[in-house]
C-alpha cells in the first residue's frame, strides 16, 4: 500500500473535482484542479490507493481478484461537500488509503420490488495501527451504466 504525500493531500484540499475509479484491479483518487486564467492548463493528481470489494447482492464477498470488476464515483465540486472538506481535513502525510467499493450494500425488498440496486463507497485510512473509516456516496439506481459498481465476473466470487 502506497502511503500518502504532502503533495498527495495539498491536491486533494485544492481540487476542483475528485474522482474515484476502480478498473483493471487498481484502485486510485484523482484530484483534478482545472484551468483557470493563472493557469491556463488543467491538473490531475493521481493517488494510489488499494481497495477492497463486497458484494452482497448474492451473499459473496469478492477476494484478491480485484479486475473483476470497475467502479467509478465523483465529487463534482468538492469545495462545496462539507463531508469531503471533513475528510481531506484529516488527512496526514503517511495516511494509507482504501477504497472499500459495496454493491448491493442497501438490499432491501422495497429496492428489489422496484429492481433498483444500491451500492456504496467508503474510505479507509489507516494511521498507524488506527484505521478511520469514512462513507463517501450511495448511488441508487436501475443496473444500468450509470450504476457505481459495474462488470461483475461471477466466476471470481468466493461464498462468504
Known sequence: ????????????????????????????????KEADERNPFEQVRIVAC????????????????????????????PSYNEEWLTIVSLLREGDELTLVWTRDAYKCQTLDAAQLHGDS??????????????????????????????SVSPQFAIVA
Request: net charge positive; with cysteine; hydrophobic share 40%.
Open 121 to 150: 463507497l467508503s474510505l479507509a485510512v489507516k494511521r498507524g495501527e488506527k484505521t478511520m473509516r469514512f462513507h463517501l456516496e450511495t448511488r441508487v439506481c436501475p443496473d444500468n451504466s450509470a450504476r457505481m459498481i459495474k
Open 1 to 32: 500500500m502506497t502511503a500518502l504525500t504532502k503533495i498527495d493531500v495539498a491536491a486533494m484540499k485544492k481540487a476542483d473535482r475528485i474522482v474515484f475509479r476502480h478498473y483493471r484491479g487498481e484502485s486510485q483518487i484523482e484530484a483534478i
Open 50 to 77: 488499494s481497495a477492497k470489494f463486497v458484494d452482497y447482492s448474492d451473499r459473496k464477498v469478492f477476494g484478491p481478484a480485484l479486475d473483476t470488476f470497475t467502479a467509478f464515483e465523483m465529487i463534482h465540486s
